[in-house]
Nanobody, 123 residues
Framework: QVQLVESGGGLAQPGGSLRVSCAAS????????MGWLRQAPGKGLEWVSG???????YYADSVKGRFTISRDGAKNTLYLQMNSLKPEDTALYYC?????????????????WGQGTQVTVSS
């Protein structure tokens, strides 16, 4: 069965960096798009970034230029490098498996989710 396990969250200061990871199993990782979504306290789920099977990347305007998504097919692992962090980036970050090869920007484009990893940006 599909399993997605996030790790690497934690506390960072404004302007700092964190990298979160997602270990995937139970499906052919290289043939599906993957993505990151987040849910801030008291807010709905928000798409953050996606990566297609060919490595094409997509970002929400709120993180463009600060976050970088990547994937390692040999390790079946998805990453999100977060730089220049802001307090508004504080959220539970979820890894999602896409329903096709091409990454989408809608929540519905992802059909499996991990349990999430908490990222807190605060001084």
């Amino acid at each position: 069965q599909v399993q997605l396990v996030e790790s690497g969250g934690g506390l960072a200061q404004p302007g700092g960096s964190l990298r979160v990871s997602c270990a995937a199993s139970g499906f052919t990782f290289s043939t599906f798009a993957m993505g990151w979504l987040r849910q801030a306290p008291g807010k709905g789920l928000e798409w953050v970034s996606g990566i297609s099977d060919d490595g094409s990347t997509y970002y929400a305007d709120s993180v463009k230029g600060r976050f970088t998504i990547s994937r390692d097919g040999a390790k079946n692992t998805l990453y999100l490098q977060m730089n220049s962090l802001k307090p508004e980036d504080t959220a539970l970050y979820y890894c999602g498996k896409g329903g096709s090869r091409v990454a989408g920007s809608r929540i519905l484009d992802y059909n499996y989710w991990g349990q999430g990893t908490q990222v807190t940006v605060s001084s």
